[in-house]
Nanobody, 126 residues
Framework: VQLQASGGGLVQAGGSLRLSCAASGRTFSSIVMGWFRQTPGKEREFVTAISRLGSVTSYSDSVKGRFTISRDNVKNTVYLQMNGLKPEDSANYYC????????????????????WGQGTQVTVSS
């Protein structure tokens, strides 16, 4: 599975950004997708994930109510809509994928994903 993330940038606190992650190389509806983020000197942390058909989502407490994950299984793309951005949301955001063939799983741990995109930088100014 190849992943290409995009949409990062510089935004003021309180603003919004939408990240996209396009996947190829596998039937998209057989892939659980997740977003993680990382800042220098810190471990990568879970942000959100969505099941293969989009029926189940999971969010970290730090973004719940502000971020929304969605997917388009026709366009083979997962989206992360980020509203109410805070300076502490500044990080390099990575999309991740794990192949599953059935069920409504979501994965919240880095070790549960086999495939990773290259990251897109989000910077929120105060």
């Amino acid at each position: 599975v190849q992943l290409q993330a995009s949409g990062g940038g510089l935004v003021q606190a309180g603003g919004s950004l939408r990240l996209s992650c396009a996947a190829s190389g596998r039937t998209f509806s057989s892939i659980v997708m997740g977003w993680f983020r990382q800042t220098p000197g810190k471990e990568r942390e879970f942000v959100t994930a969505i099941s293969r058909l989009g029926s189940v989502t999971s969010y970290s407490d730090s973004v719940k109510g502000r971020f929304t994950i969605s997917r388009d299984n026709v366009k083979n793309t997962v989206y992360l809509q980020m509203n109410g951005l805070k300076p502490e949301d500044s990080a390099n955001y990575y999309c991740a994928a794990q192949i599953v063939y059935f069920g409504s799983h979501v994965y919240t741990r880095e070790s549960e994903y086999d495939y990773w995109g290259q990251g897109t930088q989000v910077t929120v100014s105060s």
